[in-house]
């Protein structure tokens, strides 16, 4: 199986990338470290996650004439082991990086700024991908979450289509090599094209086995934007999970397919994911689960595997900020006019 998915930019995108959203201080730049040693050559990022210069500072020290990491050889991650890789010198050309805008910067006068801010931190002259984070646009300025006194969100009215059009000179000024979205909802995602000189190649969702996003994964595709899933393994360590939520990587009929390949639930899930043509971007701090991770190209799911695994689709969001109203918990960006989970999908 090809490793890559080609972008409606003719870019050849990595099916597999390390997410960085909640690695913490301090861990993250050893985590990309470890995912570049072990054949990693996608890195997903956001000006949001707080840590774009950590992991520049990762890859100021693989990237680059004179720097080395490992070379895998053969089959693409099929059955390789570390001991039969050999030093090489990874160009920029090799790795393949992702940057978001986040909501605060969606105004037209600051969309260059916070790309070139995100650049400066990663130590990058150019974004393989840059998307815009959310549709919701929040009021300008340097805090990530501005308040009110009572606690709620300013929002902003910028349009996302006006925003789309600063991030179209992006790519006329070389800053990024291809531009998306993440978190639109299948009618957004038709909004944007209508207007775009530059067609979204890519949108990035949450996507998993208990929200398997069938219905926009097919819409999307329809118009030829690729989906990259984050939260791919359900985001078990999300900080929020009550105590009585499922937790994907401990449901016991996943643990029996796991079984049957003798591959770790974790494998299997990604292994879905890829066999149905989705990017993913688990996040992991650890280099054995990074190694692992990885590990995905040298087995098949069964046809009757791949739809077990869809039946276990709930339709349930984990990654949705919520705030607690008389005694509910509720969603926090409901009454946003861009807010995209009012629509089906």
């Known amino acids: ?162 925003t789309w059009l600063a991030m179209e000179r992006l790519v006329d000024k070389g800053l990024v090599r291809a531009i998306g979205l993440s978190n639109f909802n299948a009618r957004q995602v038709d909004d944007i094209i209508s207007v775009a000189r530059y067609k979204p190649a890519v949108n990035q969702v949450e996507c998993h086995p208990y929200l398997s996003q069938a219905n926009l994964l097919s819409h999307c595709w329809a118009v030829g934007v690729c989906v990259t899933a984050y939260s791919p393994l359900g985001s078990g360590d999300r900080p929020w999970a009550l105590a009585d939520e499922p937790r994907l990587l401990e449901d016991p009929r996943l643990g029996a397919i796991a079984q049957k390949y003798r591959k770790t639930a ?21 280099p054995s689960r990074i190694e692992q991770n990885m590990r995905v190209f040298d087995f098949c799911l069964s046809e009757e595997d791949m739809k077990q695994i869809q039946s276990f689709d709930r339709n349930e969001r984990f990654i949705v900020p919520t705030v607690e109203r008389d005694g509910q918990r509720v969603w926090r960006d409901a009454e946003h006019p861009h807010f995209p989970f009012h629509d089906a999908y």
């Open 266 to 286: 974790a494998q299997v899930v990604l292994r879905w994911h890829v066999q149905r043509g989705v990017v993913c971007i688990p996040k992991s701090v650890t």
């Open 1 to 162: 199986m090809d490793p890559f998915v080609t972008l409606s930019s003719g870019q050849r995108m990595p099916l597999v990338g390390l997410g960085t959203w909640k690695s913490a201080p301090g861990q993250v730049k050893q985590a990309v470290l470890a995912a570049l040693d072990c054949g990693y050559r996608h890195i997903d990022c956001a000006a949001a996650y707080g840590n774009e210069q950590e992991v520049g500072g990762a890859l100021a020290l693989r990237v680059g004439p004179g720097k080395s990491t490992l070379l895998i050889p053969g089959d693409c991650f099929a059955g390789w082991r570390r001991s039969d890789c050999l030093p090489q010198e990874l160009s920029r050309e090799d790795v393949f990086v992702t940057s978001k805008l986040w909501n605060t910067k969606h105004h037209l006068e600051d969309v260059e700024e916070a790309c070139r801010t995100s650049l400066a931190h990663l130590g990058l002259s150019y974004l393989d991908l840059y998307l815009i984070h959310w549709p919701m646009a929040f009021q300008r300025g340097k805090e990530l979450m501005p308040r009110r006194g009572d606690g709620s969100v300013l929002y902003s009215d910028t349009h996302y289509r006006d």
